[in-house]
């Protein structure tokens, strides 16, 4: 087990056509990137929705959240994911999935399957953030709405939302920087995001220690990059006086 | 849908769950050591070492797991044979583990750390006071109180270590998980073992969740 240590070897050939092994890593992330923000627009949106949900002054409404979030928090994120890829596909209608099956080419398939259970997965914890912000407002702001006319749904949109959105930005920021950070269970169902490259250049080049540093530096820099652009916008929307910003 | 070949694969599947709970057990025993040793560096008065750990911390809680765990697959026989200087055979199990509780061990940390500076200060003072040394006083007040604090907290890290435990999948260790595709694949009924294990995880995480609420409101000082 002699180790050739080569730091050059990302500018050399994968002897696949012209492409260098730098080139699968910029591939690699570009899936990655690719998975989480499609990903985090659906946790973003479902996630409000629900969290809505479960503050809403109906039982009813609120169980349905309630339930949802304990089914999508329960079951680990590899185990969704099998089910939305193996399973799911299985039970849609014929025509469909013939199109997911035969007409789709792998990876297409595979995004999708990954996007929605990454989505769905996020919308759990999404979902409990919104819920937080929105009970940590005074009550009194809920009455005074009320007692200006605002309807319920009007309250939730003018009032209570935008509030919330703005003290849950600091959880926000964790959640997606966790969807960057699962989206890396993509290379179990054959997706070349950035780990499935990461193994392919460490299979193909033997130089695994090198490949492997490259995407710690690259998870690394983009989790570094994106801290500090949500710092920059929790700065920015802060709620004057309401919460101390930035403190540590 | 057909459910009856689930029964006679139990034994098997139990097979699993143990390797499971076995990684679960040994890699929050591990991580909270780890990651007790390491909270310890944080609050230390030194700023070397206060670093040195923050830089531990940030690092392994940016990556994936999936990435830790497929690195030291791949490279912890390279690092023992650089170290012993001869072939050491280590098994998928031993290297999951290691990094279960190295990556596990900034999570604890964290946990550790905020349970710590939520103790009263007069504490500290009061027990050098009282004429212990730090370590006593750390030993014997401080932590504790703290890990009082912070069961809840540990105990749902916990849980969501018990389920990402089947992230070992990619090494091919027979976990619950893994152990439930393979007999279902063999038998042609991925989907129902598929389904059975989505349930059985449901089912212990949330049973133990709600364990940890109850417990939660009992230890609440």
């Not at chain 2, 061990?105 to 500290?124: L, T």
Request: proline residues 4%; glycine residues 8%; charged residues 10%.
């Amino acid at each position: 087990m002699n180790y050739n240590w080569d730091w050059g070897i990302f500018f050399k050939s994968t002897g696949i056509g012209s492409e260098i092994y730098l080139d699968w890593f910029v591939t690699g992330l570009g899936w990655t990137i690719a998975i989480a923000l499609v990903g985090w627009v659906i946790a973003l949106l479902l996630g409000s929705l629900l969290g809505v949900m479960r503050t809403v002054p109906n039982r009813w409404i609120a169980g349905i959240a309630t339930t949802y979030v304990e089914i999508f928090r329960n079951v680990p994120l590899l185990v969704q994911l099998f089910l939305w890829y193996f399973l799911v596909p299985d039970l849609l209608p014929e025509p469909l999935e013939m199109w997911f099956k035969q007409d789709l080419n792998p990876a297409t398939s595979a995004y999708l399957s990954v996007v929605v259970c990454l989505g769905l997965f996020t919308a759990a914890r999404v979902c409990e953030q919104v819920r937080t912000g929105i009970q940590a407002l005074p009550q009194g702001q809920t009455a005074a709405a009320y007692a200006m006319g605002f309807r319920l749904p009007q309250i939730y949109s003018n009032v209570l939302l935008p509030q919330a959105y703005r003290i849950i930005i600091p959880p926000l920021t964790s959640e997606f920087l966790n969807i960057f950070k699962n989206s890396s269970v993509a290379s179990l169902i054959g997706l070349m995001e950035l780990l499935a490259q990461t193994k392919q250049t460490a299979e193909f080049s033997a130089n695994l220690f090198e490949a492997f540093t490259l995407a710690t530096l690259i998870y690394f820099t983009l989790n570094m990059g994106l801290m500090l652009l949500m710092r920059m916008i929790e700065h920015r929307v802060a709620v004057p006086g309401l919460i101390a910003v930035g403190g540590k | 849908m057909d459910f009856s070949a689930i029964l006679p694969a139990l034994p098997g599947l139990w097979d699993g769950m143990l390797l499971t709970l076995q990684l679960m057990v040994m890699g929050v025993l591990g991580g909270v050591i780890l990651g007790t040793a390491l909270a310890m560096l944080r609050l230390s008065h030194n700023k070397w070492l206060a670093n040195a750990a923050a830089t531990y911390v940030n690092y392994f809680r940016s990556i994936p797991l999936l990435l830790v765990i497929t690195w030291f697959y791949f490279a912890v026989p390279f690092i023992l044979r650089w170290i012993t200087g001869e072939d050491t055979p280590i098994g998928a199990f031993s290297s999951c583990l290691v990094a279960f509780i190295m990556f596990e061990a900034a999570y604890f940390c964290e946990i550790v750390r905020a349970g710590i500076q939520a103790i009263a200060k007069g504490q500290m003072g009061a027990a050098q006071a009282l004429g212990m040394n730090y370590p006593q006083s750390m030993r014997l007040i401080i932590l504790p109180q703290a890990f009082r604090k912070m069961t809840p907290l540990l105990l749902q890290q916990s849980i969501i270590l018990f389920q990402d435990t089947s992230l070992v999948y990619t090494v091919g260790l027979m976990d619950f998980l893994n152990a439930s595709r393979s007999r279902g694949d063999i038998i042609g009924q991925s989907h129902e073992f598929l389904i059975f294990a989505g349930l059985v995880y449901f089912t212990v995480s949330f049973a133990a969740s709600l364990l940890v609420k109850h417990l939660q409101r009992r230890l609440a000082v």
